[in-house]
Each structure stands twice: as structure tokens, then as C-alpha cells.
């Protein structure tokens, strides 16, 4: 599969699960939603337009990217990808299944360019799993971009870790977004890009 061999090549002994950002370094946490926003109509317009924006700013359209779908065995019928792929496009979606805590779990992959995706359309869908808003899904998904060498993961409406290879390729994010950054991780994200 696809992912395994980008993990080894560029994040080496890392296991694509919740949790990312202490699994990795370099790494950061951006907090999605407002926690002082009450109207939720605002406050999950606001989760949606960080989580748009953050993957803009490390995506260009042609990107090689792999999309790493995990689905619950309990949530299998909710697996449709369709509303989220480019219908002129054909696609290979590999599937393994592995599990956590006794639970199994599918792993659906995608191998495609950055456009061939309905990438916010899925990423809304992933803020919204939490909030009873349609759309929604409950699965994970890690978006994998090849140019970048980073790992996107929204994780839900409160936030989004992105890993890099390296420190370099993270420090524009990290620079133009820090006030983004997740207070209770930002001593330790600090430190990363000081040190």
C-alpha cells in the first residue's frame, strides 16, 4: 500500500492513528473551533474555515497525495466515498483491515491529485462528525501529500494536527497560523521550532 511506503520513507516507525501530534515531531495542533463562540452556526462556519484554510496553504492542486480513509466495522455502510471523489476520475481504492483495542478496522486508500478529491467537502464532513450537522462522517482521515511530505489530519471540529518531515517544511504554517495553535500544546510546539 501506498501509505506504508510513504510512512517509512518520510516518517519512519510512525502508525497513522489518533494521537498524532505526540507521536511525531515535528508536529502541530491548530484548534479549529472558537471555544468562546456560542452561536454554533459560527462556531462550526469558523471550525470548517480554519480547517479549509490550513489545508489550502500546504496543498497546490496537482499535489500527489494519498487519502487514508479508517472506518469502524460498525460504521462500514457509512463508508460511501462517492460524494467526495471527482466523477471523471477512476479510481483504486486498496483496502486492508487491522485492529485497536479489539475493534476492527478498515482502511480504505486513494492515490490521487490534490484536485481529484472533493478534499473540503470531506474535510467538512469530518469537522461536522461531532455536531449533528450534515454533512458528516465518523471516520478518520489522513490526508498524505507526497510534495510536502506532510500528514493532515482533522481530527474533529476542534482541531487539526499536521506533521512534516522536517521543521522547515511546517514553519510558514506555524508562522503565519500561530495564533491557531492549540493552547495546551503550545509550549511544547514552541520549543520545536526554537530549538
Same mark, same amino acid.
Given at each position: 500500500?501506498?501509505?506504508?511506503?510513504?510512512?517509512?520513507?518520510?516518517?519512519?516507525?510512525?502508525?497513522?492513528?489518533? !494521537?498524532?501530534?505526540?507521536?511525531?515531531?515535528?508536529?502541530?495542533?491548530?484548534?479549529? !473551533?472558537?471555544? *468562546?463562540?456560542? #452561536?454554533?452556526?459560527?462556531?462550526?462556519?469558523?471550525?470548517?474555515?480554519?480547517?479549509?484554510?490550513?489545508?489550502? *496553504?500546504?496543498?497546490r492542486?496537482?499535489?500527489?497525495?494519498i %487519502?487514508?480513509?479508517?472506518?469502524?466495522?460498525? #460504521?462500514?455502510? =457509512? &463508508?460511501?466515498?462517492?460524494?467526495?471523489?471527482? =466523477?471523471?476520475?477512476?479510481? =483504486?481504492?486498496?483496502?486492508?483491515?487491522?485492529?485497536?483495542?479489539?475493534?476492527?478496522?478498515?482502511?480504505?486508500? %486513494?492515490?490521487? &491529485?490534490?484536485?481529484?478529491?472533493?478534499?473540503?467537502?470531506?474535510?467538512?464532513?469530518v469537522?461536522n462528525?461531532?455536531? !449533528?450537522?450534515?454533512? *458528516?462522517?465518523?471516520? =478518520?482521515?489522513?490526508?498524505?501529500? &507526497?510534495?510536502?511530505?506532510?500528514?493532515?489530519?482533522?481530527?474533529? #471540529?476542534?482541531?487539526?494536527?499536521?506533521?512534516?518531515?522536517?521543521?522547515?517544511?511546517?514553519?510558514?504554517?506555524?508562522?503565519?497560523?500561530?495564533?491557531?495553535?492549540?493552547?495546551? #500544546?503550545?509550549?511544547?510546539?514552541?520549543?520545536?521550532?526554537? !530549538?
Amino acid at each position: 500500500m501506498e501509505n506504508s511506503l510513504f510512512l517509512e520513507r518520510y516518517f519512519s516507525n510512525l502508525k497513522l492513528m489518533p !494521537g498524532l501530534l505526540y507521536s511525531w515531531e515535528p508536529a502541530i495542533r491548530f484548534e479549529l !473551533g472558537d471555544p *468562546n463562540e456560542h #452561536d454554533n452556526k459560527k462556531y462550526i462556519a469558523g471550525s470548517n474555515e480554519r480547517a479549509a484554510t490550513l489545508y489550502n *496553504n500546504l496543498h497546490r492542486p496537482d499535489d500527489e497525495c494519498i %487519502i487514508v480513509m479508517d472506518v469502524l466495522e460498525v #460504521d462500514l455502510k =457509512r &463508508k460511501n466515498l462517492t460524494p467526495f471523489l471527482n =466523477r471523471s476520475q477512476h479510481f =483504486r481504492i486498496d483496502m486492508t483491515t487491522y485492529e485497536m483495542e479489539e475493534i476492527l478496522i478498515y482502511r480504505f486508500e %486513494i492515490a490521487c &491529485k490534490a484536485d481529484e478529491i472533493a478534499v473540503l467537502k470531506l474535510l467538512r464532513a469530518v469537522v461536522n462528525s461531532d455536531l !449533528g450537522v450534515k454533512p *458528516n462522517i465518523p471516520h =478518520r482521515v489522513y490526508i498524505l501529500n &507526497k510534495r510536502t511530505q506532510t500528514i493532515f489530519h482533522v481530527y474533529d #471540529d476542534r482541531g487539526c494536527d499536521v506533521l512534516g518531515s522536517n521543521v522547515e517544511t511546517l514553519r510558514p504554517l506555524y508562522e503565519q497560523y500561530n495564533d491557531w495553535i492549540l493552547d495546551y #500544546d503550545r509550549e511544547a510546539i514552541t520549543r520545536m521550532f526554537k !530549538g
